[in-house]
């Protein structure tokens, strides 16, 4: 059975930070791109960040410079470091995890939720 369990979510102030960390089991993690996405009411699910499995990274430009994606294959666990969090960060964060060659082959998350507000 595939789990991709989400923590680290919660309240935090305007320029504060958060680590945002999704736990897998069920997959061989080394083979999938690892993706964060966020979503707030009304609109689409959008791509934060992901990460390759050779450890190329991208980001949505929103979160550049702020937002640093990484893998740990030892621990089949994806992480999300935010910092300088702002209002407009406020979001239901989803973990995605894609096969790199069998990109059909996906899961999510159930997500966390992130408020940024004073």
């Known amino acids: 059975q595939v789990q991709l369990v989400e923590s680290g979510g919660g309240l935090v102030q305007p320029g504060g930070s958060l680590r945002l960390s999704c736990s897998t089991s069920g997959i061989l993690f080394a083979s999938y791109t690892m993706s964060w996405y966020r979503q707030t009411p009304g609109k689409e699910r959008e791509l934060v960040a992901n990460?390759?499995?050779?450890?190329?990274?991208n980001y949505a430009d929103a979160v550049k410079g702020r937002f640093t994606i990484s893998r740990d294959n030892s621990r089949s666990s994806a992480y999300l470091q935010m910092n300088n969090l702002k209002p407009l960060d406020t979001a239901v964060y989803y973990c995605h995890a894609q096969h790199r060659i069998h990109s059909a082959v996906a899961h999510w998350g159930q997500g966390t939720q992130v408020t940024v507000s004073p």
């Open positions: 990460i390759t499995n050779n450890y190329r990274t």
